[in-house]
T-cell receptor, first 113, second 113 residues
Framework: AQTVTQSQPEMSVQEAETVTLSCTYD???????LFWYKQPPSRQMILVIR??????QNATENRFSVNFQKAAKSFSLKISDSQLGDTAMYFC??????????FGDGTTLTVKP | ETGVTQTPRHLVMGMTNKKSLKCEQH?????MYWYKQSAKKPLELMFV???????ENNSVPSRFSPECPNSSHLFLHLHTLQPEDSALYLC????????????FGQGTRLTVV
């Protein structure tokens, strides 16, 4: 069975600064996929970024990037130049090759003006 | 908008009532999911359907009854619920493969009185 752990229930960051959200996972699989999702207050959950485990290069999407450490089973999300609109709950998720997903408990991020 | 629509957005029901939640997607996805989101457990998978067949039931009480008449529609029938069932119920869909993300609806905020 897969487990996903987000050890920071809540975090805050000043606008324009950088913040890193941590995520660790446990699996015996070799091929899998990792995702970060964002759920803004009262809005739909959307994908932020994804990483294929077979790729060594860390994924980036504009101000969002990941630090994927396969051996350590770590998948942190870095948000650069934080904006007020980044305030949301962030979920780390793991997916097997067959599509079975496991989500972490989430980290609530508040960006302060 | 993610392409996944849930109705109603809000629902208040008594413990003896019977109601249904509806989820609809026209993204051509093969898999649909029901999640429960509450303060106690931020994201809890309830049911998974692949090609209209239920492939996962995470020990959900029988007072929750899912129905998937086709790949585009998913229902959650509710009867004799308890106050602790009050939560946000999220529907999601995906291609059903590991490398594809889930698309979430806005959720139904359920209150059981």
């Amino acid at each position: 069975a897969q487990t996903v752990t987000q050890s920071q229930p809540e975090m805050s960051v000043q606008e324009a600064e950088t913040v890193t959200l941590s995520c660790t996972y446990d699996t015996s699989e070799n091929n899998y996929y990792l995702f970060w999702y964002k759920q803004p207050p009262s809005r739909q959950m959307i994908l932020v970024i994804r990483q294929e485990a077979y790729k060594q290069q860390n994924a980036t999407e504009n101000r969002f990037s990941v630090n994927f450490q396969k051996a350590a089973k770590s998948f942190s999300l870095k948000i650069s130049d934080s904006q007020l609109g980044d305030t949301a709950m962030y979920f780390c998720a793991f997916s097997t090759n067959a599509g079975k997903s496991t989500f972490g408990d989430g980290t609530t991020l508040t960006v302060k003006p | 908008e993610t392409g996944v629509t849930q109705t109603p957005r809000h629902l208040v029901m008594g413990m003896t009532n019977k109601k249904s939640l509806k989820c609809e997607q026209h993204l051509g996805h093969n898999a649909m999911y029901w999640y429960k989101q509450s303060a106690k457990k931020p994201l809890e998978l309830m049911f998974v359907y692949n090609f209209k067949e239920q492939t996962e039931n995470n020990s959900v009480p029988s007072r929750f009854s899912p129905e998937c008449p086709n790949s585009s529609h998913l229902f959650l029938h509710l009867h004799t619920l308890q106050p602790e069932d009050s939560a946000l119920y999220l529907c999601a869909s995906s291609q059903g493969r590991g490398n594809t993300e889930a698309f979430f609806g806005q959720g139904t905020r359920l209150t059981v009185v």
